[in-house]
């Protein structure tokens, strides 16, 4: 059995714990979700399922403007969550992920970023 993987909490004084350009560049595969999302919940399942041991940011309701502003400055694009980020890029939401996932070349590219070593 797995464990799950590590949150990375975002505090609720509108300031993130940990700088979130910092989490994107120091995880192989960054996963930011407003806290309670199921669709983060189905990002983090599919991830686990392939054997990958994403991080997570669970963001509070008060904090999410802030985050996705700073995400957005990361990233150059705007950012919903929830968002993925794969090797320090931004690779996109949910409906990236499973499409990526059903055409087979998602595992590929958690290799290159060295998410998957199998």
Not at 87 to 102: C, D, N, Q, Y
Request: glycine share 12%.
């Amino acid at each position: 059995m797995q464990t799950p993987p590590p949150a990375c909490p975002i505090s609720g004084e509108g300031k993130a714990s940990i700088p979130v350009g910092e989490l994107v560049a120091e995880n192989a595969v960054m996963v930011f979700g407003q806290r309670g999302c199921c669709m983060c919940h189905v990002v983090k399942l599919l991830l686990l399922g392939l054997g990958v041991n994403p991080t997570i940011s669970a963001v509070d309701e008060g904090d999410v403007a802030e985050v996705v502003s700073e995400l957005s400055k990361v990233s150059g694009e705007t950012i919903e969550f929830p968002v993925v980020f794969v090797g320090g890029k931004l690779f996109g939401g949910l409906e990236r992920l499973v499409a990526t996932h059903i055409t087979g070349e998602l595992v590929p590219i958690l290799k290159e970023a060295r998410a998957l070593w199998l």
